[in-house]
């Protein structure tokens, strides 16, 4: 079963708009990751948030992590239509030696960015 | 830096065949994986490695087999194709400790 849950399931807004997309979770994690995937290509890796981390910026995305909801959301400002694309949260709940090794991913929230 | 390839790109098979998927990585990641993707299914982990020579089971290894006989490269068989099999197939990698998968391309996996 999947571990995040992205929501919404797909997002149409027009291109200068803010886009916000949400994940929630069911266990604690070690950290929580961001990717994006252009239609036809592997996934691109766009933020970490660690678990004693609530708020990063990186450019124009802005990720926080609310650990006592066990959610996260993504905020991409001033949008564009190259950001068209599909954005997946993936927790990583391992621990120990091999932390850090494997991820569990949502089902991905469609962005559509309108020119 | 070519990063994560996946050979080959597109493949059709028959129910009952057999092939295989090659990764290779040329950032000396420790980790690697694969994952299938399906549609409005997100991706789900088929097999890992967190080191030459050992494989473990994901979420869904049923049907495929690994192997990661040298660092670089991550094998993924499938000794006899179902039609359940036809899916997207991705490999990625990530450095010890780091949290960051860089993933390849994909594989376009059909079966009749």
Known sequence: SQQGEEDPQALSIQEGENATMNCSYKTSINNLQWYRQNS???????ILIRSNEREKHSGRLRVTLDTSKKSSSLLITASRAADTASYFCATDATGGE???????????????VNP | NAGVTQTPKFRVLKTGQSMTLLCAQDMNH??????RQDPGMGLRLIHYSVG?????????????NV????????LLGLE??????TSVYFCASSALLSGEQFFGPGTRLTVL
């Not at chain 1, 091999?98 to 559509?112: D, H, V, Y």
């Not at chain 2, 020579?53 to 049907?63: H, I, L």
């Open chain 1, 40 to 46: 036809g290509r592997g996934l691109v890796h766009l």
């Open chain 2, 30 to 35: 420790e980790y690697m994986y694969w994952y």
């Open chain 2, 80 to 85: 006899s194709a179902a039609p359940s099999q």
């Open chain 1, 98 to 112: 091999t932390s850090g090794s494997r991820l569990t991913f949502g089902e991905g929230t469609q962005l559509t």
């Open chain 2, 67 to 74: 192997s990661r006989l040298k660092k670089q490269n991550f």
């Open chain 2, 52 to 64: 030459e020579g050992t494989t473990a089971k994901g979420e869904v290894p049923d049907g495929y």
